[in-house]
Structure formats: structure tokens, C-alpha cells
């Protein structure tokens, strides 16, 4: 059963503390994307990366960093640098040939209080 | 600086009747653009995807039309269902290989029986 697991659903974390979300697919994508969303609003682009071990910054990378070390993974941790963490955070992925649809997670609701 | 507009306010159609959703850009040359489809609380599912050289699209119910002079998409829901409300995303990219997506804010739109 291919797609996109994010993981956890919630997440709950003191303001401070750096934290971690967990994003895996087995489309076999080579691309990767991090998007952040806030009550009304369109999704925002953080982070994307075309190939394994490279990544560019998306719109709104500050107060973010990812890797991406295996083809299936791309975790981003959002720093205590991040000045509004508390969002919906969106993991997707595409074929890396252009123009593709993206193929996204069900999300991650990071609150930080 | 590069905007997507989409209709702020949601949209009630009634079952059975066509419901029409806009997407106006400004400041931006999409080598293509894609419809997505949000329920609350879950990713996006992507459903259309049209080119800056096409003028239309249909998949079943749903038709985009793309219209580069007028910067401005139009995307057609069908003998509309109660199923079919969700929040309709639109979103551009200038075709630079895997990049992210830019997204518009989005339009609720609500089929009653």
C-alpha cells in the first residue's frame, strides 16, 4: 500500500525546544516538499529537495532544518528560532520530472505553548 | 510580488447544480497549474492539472479551464454532490523542475441537498 506517512498526528512541545517530524514515502519520488499551514491560509512552502543529500529553501525556511539522507525520508525539525511553530505541517512528494502532482501526507498539528 | 486570489468567502451550491470556483494571479508566468482538493484536517489530493498551453481540462465532473491572457484558471464541479464539499486549492508553479508549489488560499465550497 504505496503513499506518505507522517507521523505523529499531534504534537504537543514547550516553547524552546527544538522538535522533530517524522515524514516517510514508498512512492519511490524522488522529490520531497515541506509545507506549513495556518487557519486560513494557503499552504506555504519550507523546505524541498530534488535528490537525496540535497535540499533548497522553500519561501519560509528560517527557524527550519531538514535532511535527507535516504530516498524514503525527509524530517524536518523546527528550531526554537521558529517565532510562530504552531501550524499544520505537510509532507508531500512527486516524480521528479516536470510538471508533476505532489502526493501529500496526512499532516502533523504541531502546537507549541 | 507574485498573489493568487481565490474566493475568501464559501460557496453554496445547491445538489445538482454546477459549481464554478476562480483563481486569479497576479505578478507570475505558471508554466502550469493544479487543482487540489483539502477535507478538514488531512493533506491535499491532488485532481487536475493543466498546462499554460491548454485551454481545457476534464476528468469526469470536474473541468479547468486556464486562460493566460485574463491570468485567471476556472475549475467546474458537475451535477455537484454533497460529497463534493471540501476546500478547492489552486496552485501555479513556472515549471523550474520538482520545485514547490505556490498555493492560493483556498475556497470552501458546500453542496446542500
Known amino acids: 500500500d504505496g503513499g506518505i506517512t507522517q507521523s505523529p498526528k499531534y504534537l504537543f512541545r514547550k516553547e524552546g525546544q527544538n522538535v522533530t517530524l517524522s515524514c516517510e514515502q514508498n512512492?519511490?519520488?524522488?522529490?520531497m516538499y515541506w509545507y506549513r499551514q495556518d487557519p486560513g491560509q494557503g499552504l506555504r512552502l519550507i523546505y524541498y529537495?530534488?535528490?537525496?543529500?540535497?535540499?533548497q529553501k522553500g519561501d519560509i525556511a528560517e527557524g527550519y532544518s531538514v535532511s535527507r539522507e535516504k530516498k524514503e525520508s525527509f524530517p524536518l525539525t523546527v528550531t526554537s528560532a521558529q517565532k510562530n511553530p504552531t501550524a499544520f505541517y505537510l509532507c508531500?512528494?512527486?516524480?521528479?520530472?516536470?510538471?508533476?502532482?505532489?502526493?501529500f501526507g496526512p499532516g502533523t498539528r504541531l502546537t507549541v505553548t | 510580488s507574485q498573489k493568487i486570489e481565490q474566493n475568501s468567502e464559501a460557496l453554496n451550491i445547491q445538489e445538482g447544480k454546477t459549481a464554478t470556483l476562480t483563481c486569479n494571479y497576479t505578478n507570475y508566468s505558471p508554466a502550469y497549474l493544479q487543482w487540489y482538493r483539502q477535507d478538514p484536517g488531512r493533506g491535499p489530493v491532488f485532481l487536475l492539472l493543466?498546462?499554460?498551453?491548454?485551454k481545457e481540462k476534464r476528468k469526469e465532473r470536474l473541468k479547468v479551464t486556464f486562460d493566460t491572457t485574463l491570468k485567471q484558471s476556472l475549475f467546474h464541479i458537475t451535477a455537484s454532490q454533497p460529497a463534493d464539499s471540501a476546500t478547492y486549492l489552486c496552485?501555479?508553479?513556472?515549471?523550474?523542475?520538482?520545485?514547490?508549489?505556490?498555493f492560493g488560499k483556498g475556497t470552501h465550497l458546500i453542496i446542500q441537498p
Open positions: 512512492l519511490n519520488h524522488d522529490a
Open positions: 493543466i498546462r499554460e498551453n491548454e
Open positions: 508531500a512528494s512527486s516524480i521528479s520530472l516536470d510538471p508533476s502532482e505532489q502526493y
Open positions: 529537495s530534488q535528490i537525496v543529500n540535497d535540499f
Open positions: 496552485a501555479l508553479s513556472s515549471g523550474g523542475g520538482a520545485d514547490g508549489l505556490t
